[in-house]
């Protein structure tokens, strides 16, 4: 009976020991999990413990379609923040996308900006019509610097791919795809007179002669005395007053 039941208590204290051995790895795994991004459906969270102001930090992405990382700058010291990347297909945009998705943080002014790195298969863009010189990444509905990446030393497979960076100061809705614009407008074009220049013009007022404005002369009534004008009277009565005193003066 004895050796049986020390067998007995060797085997209770060996299966406590592995539980408990189990209970502590699944909390190490918890705890490291802190450090390191945590995949939770299409969404990425980031947990950062500490970050030094003018610091900066590369986090993969492996969930968001076409994003492959993004580098974080920090402005100031961050702690206990939560850096969460989620897709959201709801994004409203006018064009051909390739992805959508959200960008937010605990504590958002303590991020000075953050480089986001796409990678996006080439045929997958020529399904979706998107080209890629016009591809673009947009923040809030609006336009985004988007270079292009190239290096010579790609592998086979990596020539598949093609990798853009584009930053932004701001965090919200983003979208990787390529705007549809509208058609441009074409105005009619309205004929175009010659306007005669002002020297043409005075020339040739000055080879037309001027035309003379034409005086009507009174046309004298039959029947009815010529009428002088009053001036012309005066000076006839005058001279007929001079001539009678003559007269009168010679005996005339």
């Known amino acids: 009976m004895g050796r049986k039941t020390s067998t007995r208590i060797k085997a209770s204290t060996t299966w ?24 939770t459906g ?4 980031q947990q950062i413990s500490y970050m030094k102001a003018g610091s900066y930090d590369f986090f993969e992405i492996k969930t968001i379609p076409g994003l492959s990382g993004m580098t974080v ?10 850096l ?10 006018e064009g051909n996308v390739y992805s959508k998705f959200t960008f937010s943080a605990r504590n958002p002014p303590a991020l000075a ?10 045929e997958e863009l020529q399904r979706k019509e998107i080209s890629p010189a016009d591809l673009r990444l947009w923040a809030n509905g609006k336009e985004l610097e988007t270079t292009p990446i190239s290096k010579i030393d790609r592998t ?10 584009a930053t932004s100061t701001e965090s919200g809705q983003f979208v990787i795809g390529q705007a549809a614009f509208p058609p441009q407008l074409t105005t009619a ?5 010659e306007e005669q220049p002002a020297a043409t013009a ?9 035309s003379e404005p034409v005086i009507q002369e009174p046309v004298p009534v039959v029947g009815e005395a010529v009428k002088l004008p009053p001036e012309q009277v005066r000076e006839i009565g005058w001279f007929q007053r001079i001539k009678n005193s003559l007269k009168r003066l010679l005996g005339k």
């Open 16 to 39: 406590i020991t592995l539980a408990l051995l189990m209970l502590a790895s699944f909390a190490v795994i918890l705890l490291s999990s802190q450090q390191d991004s945590l995949v």
């Open 42 to 45: 299409n969404a990425a969270v």
């Open 73 to 82: 700058y920090f402005d100031e010291d961050d702690k206990n923040d939560l």
């Open 84 to 93: 969460v990347v989620e897709e959201d297909p709801t994004i409203p945009f």
């Open 113 to 122: 900006k953050v480089e986001f790195t796409l990678k996006i298969p080439k």
């Open 156 to 165: 086979q497979t990596e020539q598949r791919y093609l990798y853009y960076t």
């Open 189 to 193: 074009v309205l004929p175009q007179v």
């Open 202 to 210: 005075k020339a040739v007022e000055e080879q037309q002669p001027a």
